[in-house]
């Protein structure tokens, strides 16, 4: 197992990082590192995505993160930025309303979710009490039906008059 200076890990992560971009598959051409453990380093560096993953598997971290880098930068540096990441514009003004909503929930809508948790809790102990009920009736006549069966047995059919 090879063992690598700080400083040269620190190299490694800042090529990976933007904006320089470099893909992993260079860096281990160029390095003969591992590609595992590049990516482990990268992770651990938390580079954000964009090296050809879809956005649209992003965590949010990542999306929350690319907008506050983001959220400075003008419409030229803007529109760079997106093109290195595979990004569009319009994708971050999305995520951006998606974080604005998320955040201010209107306090009616939690009420709304609150009640609806009580009810739904009552009916799941109305029907936990029912699924009691009813074991507790099939049991009774489980054991009366072997009852029956033991009687049979012992005194034979029963005769009626």
Do not use: H
Not at 15 to 44: C, E, F, H
Not at 68 to 86: P, Q, V, W
Not at 89 to 118: M, V
């Amino acid at each position: 197992m090879a063992r690598y200076s700080k400083e040269m890990k620190a190299a490694i992560i800042q090529k990976m990082m933007p904006p320089n971009n470099v893909p992993v598959s260079q860096l281990k051409k160029d390095t003969g590192i591992t590609d595992a453990t590049l990516y482990t380093w990268r992770k651990q560096a938390r580079v954000q995505p964009g090296d050809g993953k879809n956005p649209d598997q992003w965590s949010a971290e990542d999306k929350f993160a690319v907008l506050m880098e983001t959220a400075t930068m003008n419409t030229t540096e803007l529109s760079e930025y997106c093109r290195k990441k595979g990004l569009y514009p319009e994708e971050l003004q999305q995520w951006k309303s998606d974080c604005i909503t998320g955040s201010s929930k209107p306090a009616e809508s939690r009420q709304a979710q609150a009640a609806s948790q009580r009810s739904d809790k009552k009916r799941i102990q109305k029907l936990e009490r029912e699924l009691k009920r009813k074991d507790k009736a099939l049991a009774e006549t489980a054991a009366l039906l072997v009852l029956s069966k033991k009687a049979e047995a012992i005194w034979g059919e029963r005769e009626d008059d």
